[in-house]
């Protein structure tokens, strides 16, 4: 079966950064786009930044570009989310998301806390 597994959440200060990771395992990775999701407290959930199976297109929301880097290693089935310049906006729980087989899968999320 699907599984997304995300690591590397926390509390960090503004101004400082985080990596995100996602480790998938269940589908063929290397031919799915993948994508970052985040949901702050009492709001929906939104895309953050998306990857092509590739890597070789990306796209991201105007409130992290320049920011977020999205990136991929194929051989590790693994997505990565590198933030930098946090801001207190920033702060939600972050998801990984696949669609595979016309069905949409998450991860349990991690927890960006960007506070001093």
């Known amino acids: 079966q699907v599984q997304l597994v995300e690591s590397g959440g926390g509390l960090v200060q503004p101004g400082g950064s985080l990596r995100l990771s996602c480790a998938a395992s269940g589908f063929t990775f290397s031919i799915s786009t993948m994508n970052w999701y985040r949901q702050a407290p009492g709001k929906e959930r939104h895309l953050v930044a998306s990857i092509t199976s590739t890597g070789r297109a990306v796209d991201y929301a105007d409130s992290v570009k320049e920011r977020f880097t999205i990136s991929r290693d194929n051989h590790k089935n693994t997505v990565y989310l590198q933030m930098n310049n946090l801001k207190p906006e920033d702060t939600a729980v972050y998801y990984c998301?696949?669609?595979?087989?016309?069905?949409?899968?998450w991860g349990q999320g991690t927890k960006v806390t960007v506070s001093s």
């Open positions: 998301c696949v669609v595979w087989a016309f069905q949409r899968y």
